[in-house]
């Protein structure tokens, strides 16, 4: 199998994206809706999605919230591009870039990613996850939902395959190329406690696809306590 490049992967697939991802994606029908219940429904709220791709999770969230302000960073301009077209009266700030080096912003009230991180090394995640805490507001948090395995040893093996296909292809460092690497969910929990998230907690899990949430702030305590 050869390499692709991140970007130019996602456009080759663009047509069709939508569909393959809600037929061929394990429970996908059920995590998208699921994850976009979690996001803030205050009027206003202010929502980043890192690798926000053609804005599946963003369908659903904009039916609980229509009136949230989005910010979504991706990688590929055809795919910001089909989201820019499905959402024209939402209101919706699009970034073409990757996110381990485009400015985030700040004062969101939650941070989102929906199945895109799972090609990125603890190395490349845990000064990410600080800058997304750092962009939060006190009372934000992050919903990741991700594909994620509970082996080390897939872990280990997927990573080193990655790395046995790109040598063998002779490709340069520095750029993004499609391959899953995703981490085990321990790991995945591990690093964003290292990188200052005070509560982590995974939500719910279908399959291998994972959905997490992670508190900027601890809860205060009257909002732990159901009586
Ligand atoms: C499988 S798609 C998921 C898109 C959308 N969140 C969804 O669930 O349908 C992964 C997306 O992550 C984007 N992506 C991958 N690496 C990225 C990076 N370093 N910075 C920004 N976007 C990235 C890709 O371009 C692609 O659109």
Redesign the pocket.
Known sequence: MALEE??AF?EARLDGYDEH?LTNIESAEEF?PYTAAQLPVKEGAKLL?????????LEYYFKLNPAAEVVG????AG?LTALKEKFPDRVLTLIQ????TISLGDRYDAVV????LH??TREEKLPLYKRVRDALDDGGYFVLTDYMVTDETIERELRSEYERLKTEAKLPDGA?YHFDTPLTVEHECAILRDAGFAQVEVLKHWGNTYCMMARKQNLPLNEEISI
């Open positions: 991140m970007a996602f991802m998208y999605d890192l690798g926000c791709g053609t804005g599946l999770e960073i991706d990688l590929s795919m870039g990757s996110y381990f990613s929906v199945e895109s090609h990125f993004f």
